[in-house]
DNA sequence: GTTATATATTTAATTTTCTTAAATATATAA
DNA sequence: TTATATATTTAAGAAAATTAAATATATAAC
C-alpha cells in the first residue's frame, strides 16, 4: 500500500501545473498524465480529480469546452489568465514547501549522538 | 498567508520525526520546534497536534509520562520501540514522495514549446 | 495592581479534502 | 460475449485539519 495521505492538499497544485503545461486536456488524461509522471506513486483518482476541477471552475480559474471524439464526449479543461497565473504562484509555493519538509526530515536523525560508546 | 494546505497529510509524520530524535518531548515544544525548524513555514497549531498525540499513544506508538515543571503541568511523548520502527518507515515514505513531488512539478514550463515564432 | 505576553493542555464544532464506490456509456481486443 | 480500456459524473462517508474557546500559571512591563 502506497503512502497515499501524503498527497493531501498537494492535488489541487498538481493539476493547475499540468494544465500551466498543456493548452488544455481532459480529467482522464489528467489522471493518467499524474501516474506516469510519478511512476504511479501519486494516483489522482476521480474522485478526487473532478472535484478541484469544478471547483477551479467555478472560482474562473479554468474553461471548459465540449468535444466528441470518437463517439465518447470529452471535456477539456484550459487555464484562464488568472488561471495561470495563480498556477504559477501555488507551484511555486509547493516547490518551496517541498523544500522546507526536507530540510525539516533531513535534521537528525539524533544529531550530535553519534559519538557514544 | 503562507500556503498551509500543503502540510495536510505530513504533519503525523513530521511528529514522528522529531519525537524519533528525543528522548522525549512535550506537545508545546513540539510546535516550537516546528516552527523553529522550518522558520515559521509550517505551524503545527494545537488543534492539529494533540488529536495526533492521543491517536498514537492509542495505536500504542507512543507513551506519556506527566512531570510538574515549574508548577505547571507537562506531559512528554516518548515513541515505544514499535513507534520507532513506524517513525522510521514513515519518515522514508515521506520522503520518497517528496522527491517523486519534485519530479513532477519540474518537468516543464512547456517543454518544447519554447520554438514558436 | 493590572495588563500583556509567554508557556502549556484540552476539547469541540465546523469545514475541507479525499476515499470509496457506484452509475453510465462507448471502443476494442481476446 | 467477455474483458479491458477509455471517459465522466455524483454521492456517502471518513479522515484530517482549522478555528476557536476554555483553563491555568509565570513573568515582564506599565
Given at each position: 500500500?502506497?503512502?497515499k495521505e501524503f498527497i493531501k492538499g498537494t492535488l489541487k497544485t ?25 511512476k504511479d506513486e501519486i494516483q489522482l483518482t476521480y474522485g478526487a ?31 484562464t489568465d488568472s488561471g495561470k497565473t495563480f498556477a504559477e504562484e ?28
Open positions: 500500500m502506497k503512502s498538481i493539476v493547475l501545473k499540468l494544465l500551466s503545461e498543456n493548452e488544455k486536456m481532459y480529467g482522464y488524461e489528467i489522471s493518467r498524465k499524474v501516474s506516469e509522471l510519478s480529480l473532478y472535484p478541484i476541477l469544478y471547483k477551479l471552475e467555478s472560482e474562473g480559474l479554468l474553461t471548459t469546452t465540449s468535444e466528441i471524439v470518437d463517439n465518447r464526449a470529452r471535456k477539456y479543461y484550459s487555464l501555488k507551484v511555486s509555493q509547493l516547490q518551496q514547501f517541498t523544500e522546507t519538509l526536507m530540510q525539516v526530515l533531513k535534521t537528525g536523525p539524533n544529531t550530535m549522538l553519534n559519538f557514544e560508546q
